[in-house]
């Protein structure tokens, strides 16, 4: 027996194809690739944490999420009447919406702008359904006579638009994300990820009622808990229902539920560190913008997209400086030489800065 020929037997010739999702080693880098905050827990808070954590029945498989849903729901301005649904962060949740709309007698099709958040393709792929990029205008804003021809043409049964984008950092225009739900009508969902709102500041959440095929979807992990998993959705009560079927039982763990109760608890820490990396998202943005040779795109997230005359060479001499940054040159035609820099402390974007006028230089 070969074990190439029964992975070949076995296994999705598109599964084969692809790599892994790769994560980077990051010991000894300043991390600023993955979105993530840079602030840590004070003494007082890990203590509360680790007694919280000590006090999980971690031989019991997770009880209902309903409080913590009911919490989430009440303090993260989700509509009256309306319910949240918590994934194994938001990943999980995108993959549940591709599952419940793959299906086996036609064609499903999940559409999004592209350059976008590299997961809907992926969940997409996996799930079943086909993937329908439609590109950004060269200025990151949405193509919308392109996005509405392609809604018309395929039908799409999921549209996905990260707002702000990932790794744009732009929102969309409010009256184009409208047009494209008029669009898609009854034929269509449009899900808006709203991964970065706490540094955008603005939300499709509380417009809920309006729209029946509005799904809104948030995660923990860039307010500052990457590491806990969680992310939730909200949309109108009888189309949550039915994702709820596709949801793998006991998918938030007892660890994550405790340490979400945790961090709304201390919500307005959460809200202090995000309203810190906002003004740093200023100043670092306009000290980048002083840097001849570097174009600095608006950002509404905790990152920023800049353009440079060699992405290649700057995003290898920056990791010669220990800075780990996301070159994203090979993504898409509309990133050629870009790359994008998570927002951090004054400490490490003033190291960020000095390693990339360094970069520059030589
Ligand atoms: C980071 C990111 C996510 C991932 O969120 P998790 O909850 O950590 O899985 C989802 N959407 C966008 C646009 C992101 O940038």
Redesign the pocket.
């Known amino acids: 027996m070969s074990l190439e020929s029964l992975i070949g037997n076995t296994i999705r010739p598109d599964v084969r194809e692809v790599k892994s999702y790769h994560v980077q080693d990051p010991s000894g880098y300043i991390k600023l690739d993955a979105?993530e905050n840079p602030y840590h827990l004070h003494q007082a808070l890990r203590q509360e944490l680790g007694q919280r954590l000590a006090d999980v029945a971690i031989n019991r498989y997770p009880p209902s999420y309903d409080g913590l849903r009911r919490r989430i729901a009440a303090s993260l301005g989700v509509p009256a009447g309306y319910d949240v649904l918590l994934g194994n962060?938001?990943?999980?949740l995108?993959s549940i919406m591709a599952t419940a709309c793959a299906r086996q007698d036609r064609r499903a099709v999940l559409l999004a702008p592209v350059p976008a958040?590299v997961?809907f393709q992926r969940s997409a792929q996996f799930a079943g359904m086909d993937f329908v990029g439609v590109p950004l205008n060269d200025d990151f804003s949405l193509d919308l006579p392109a996005m509405l021809a392609a809604i018309a043409e395929h039908k799409p049964a999921l549209v996905f638009l990260?707002y702000p984008n990932?790794p744009t950092g732009n929102l969309f225009d409010t009256a184009a994300v409208e047009q494209i739900l008029a669009a898609l009508g009854d034929t269509g969902l449009a899900v808006l990820?709203e991964?970065?709102e706490p540094f955008a500041q603005q939300s499709f959440m509380p417009r809920l009622p309006e729209f029946d095929n509005l799904i809104v979807m948030r995660?923990?992990?860039?307010l500052g808990l990457?590491g806990i998993?969680?992310?939730y959705m909200s949309a109108a009560p009888a189309l949550l229902a039915e994702f709820d079927k596709v949801r793998p039982p006991y998918n938030v763990n007892v660890m994550t539920q405790a340490a979400a109760e945790f961090a709304l608890d201390h919500l307005d820490i959460l809200n202090e560190q995000a309203a810190l990396l906002r003004q740093q998202r200023t100043e670092l943005s306009q000290a980048l913008a002083a840097l001849p040779g570097v174009t600095v795109y608006p950002s509404a997230a905790n990152f920023i997209l800049i353009r440079v005359a060699d992405a290649d060479t700057t995003h290898t001499k920056l990791l010669a400086h220990k800075i780990l940054i996301k070159n994203l040159s090979k993504m898409h035609s509309v990133l050629t030489n870009c790359l994008r820099i998570t927002v951090s402390t004054p400490e490490e974007n003033a190291a960020f800065l000095d390693a990339l006028k360094a970069s520059l230089a030589d």
């Open positions: 979105m962060g938001s990943d999980e995108i958040f997961m990260a990932n990820d991964a970065y995660t923990l992990s860039k990457a998993r969680l992310g």
